[in-house]
T-cell receptor
Framework: DGGITQSPKYLFRKEGQNVTLSCEQN?????MYWYRQDPGQGLRLIYY???????QKGDIAEGYSVSREKKESFPLTVTSAQKNPTAFYLC??????????????FGPGTRLTVL | QKEVEQNSGPLSVPEGAIASLNCTYS??????FFWYRQYSGKSPELIMS????GDKEDGRFTAQLNKASQYVSLLIRDSQPSDSATYLC????????????FGKGTHLIIQP
């Protein structure tokens, strides 16, 4: 089955720890994205990547880091510098057609709680 | 600062009626517009995309776009209880790989 997978589904972190959230897609999509959703809020963009070994900061990149070593994978690290990391983290991907990128499709999400 | 505004609701609609969801956006150069449905505790699911002025229909869903008024809407005909969810409006400035700007969503309740 083609799709976007995220792991783990739930993650608990102690203050001061770094954690890495996994995102993998087998859709052969070119671009990948990380968003964060807080209760009652819309999604906010953390980082995105159009191609391997290249990525750009979104609106709330502080305290986060990413890598894009393979087209299929775009892991997100939540560092201890992120002041309020408890949130629902969503990974998305989209395919490029010519100069344009089509709709973004989301994985199931990772719910991170800081204890 | 790009902004997308939606009425948070809840919007309560009787089963079988038409649900009308609205969204306004601030960035005049926005090119692509999307509606996502999100059930509680789940990730957003794309239900409609629209890129040019006018109406776009897909089954019971119709998206309407008016770029001059910076307004996007979603109509759901013959509303079903399974349509009860939060509907997120999302906007993209260009056709590139930039991320989407989301509204906070409208909570829709379909009353049986």
């Amino acid at each position: 089955d083609g799709g976007i997978t995220q792991s783990p589904k739930y993650l608990f972190r102690k203050e001061g720890q770094n954690v890495t959230l996994s995102c993998e897609q087998n859709l052969n999509h070119d671009a990948m994205y990380w968003y964060r959703q807080d209760p009652g809020q819309g999604l906010r963009l953390i980082y995105y990547s159009q191609i391997v070994n290249d990525f750009q900061k979104g609106d709330i990149a502080e305290g986060y880091s990413v890598s894009r070593e393979k087209k299929e994978s775009f892991p997100l690290t939540v560092t201890s510098a992120q002041k309020n990391p408890t949130a629902f983290y969503l990974c998305a991907s989209s395919i490029r057609q010519g100069p344009f990128y089509n709709e973004q499709f989301f994985g199931p999400g990772t719910r991170l709680t800081v204890l | 600062q790009k902004e997308v505004e939606q009425n948070s609701g809840p919007l309560s609609v009787p089963e079988g009626a038409i649900a009308s969801l609205n969204c306004t956006y601030s960035d005049r150069v926005s090119q692509s517009f999307f509606w996502y449905r999100q059930y509680s505790g789940k990730s957003p699911e794309l239900i409609m995309s629209i890129y040019s002025n006018g109406d776009k229909e897909d089954g019971r869903f119709t998206a309407q776009l008016n770029k001059a008024s910076q307004y996007v809407s979603l109509l759901i005909r013959d509303s079903q209880p399974s349509d009860s969810a939060t509907y997120l409006c999302a906007v993209q400035s260009g056709g590139g790989a930039d991320g989407l700007t989301f509204g906070k969503g409208t909570h829709l309740i379909i009353q049986p």
